[in-house]
């Protein structure tokens, strides 16, 4: 049997169901259990890595994570990835130090 190529992150995307449907790839799992021990501003952090507009996304995004995820498999609605997205980034925090400087003129 074929080892598994673990040197190709596409391995670890696919196995989180809602973050490889995600067009951005964004580590869902992990905004979620930062959103669930309170802590918004990193949330919004993991976020804005894969996307810069997590509050703008969190209410326009056509949301292709929430159909892939597993919670289906058990209850008859999806986790509100989205919406959690928006929670993240009306609750963070002053982030403004945590972003990049922008460039010298
Ligand atoms: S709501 Fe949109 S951007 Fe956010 S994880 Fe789902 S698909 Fe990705």
């Not at 992990?30 to 997590?54: C, Q, T």
């Not at 969190?58 to 959690?84: H, W």
């Amino acid at each position: 049997m074929k080892p598994t190529d673990i040197s190709v992150p596409d391995y670890f995307h696919k196995v989180v169901d809602c973050q490889w449907a995600c067009p951005a790839h964004t580590p869902v799992p992990e905004y979620i259990r930062l959103i669930a021990a309170g802590r918004y501003s990193d949330a919004y952090m993991v976020n804005w890595h894969s996307n810069v507009f997590p509050g703008i996304l969190g209410r326009t995004c056509d949301r292709p994570c929430e159909p892939a995820c597993r919670r289906v498999r058990v209850e008859n609605e999806p986790v509100a990835i989205c919406r959690l997205k928006r929670v993240a980034a009306d609750y963070k925090d002053d982030i403004r130090a945590r972003l990049p400087k922008p460039a010298p003129r």
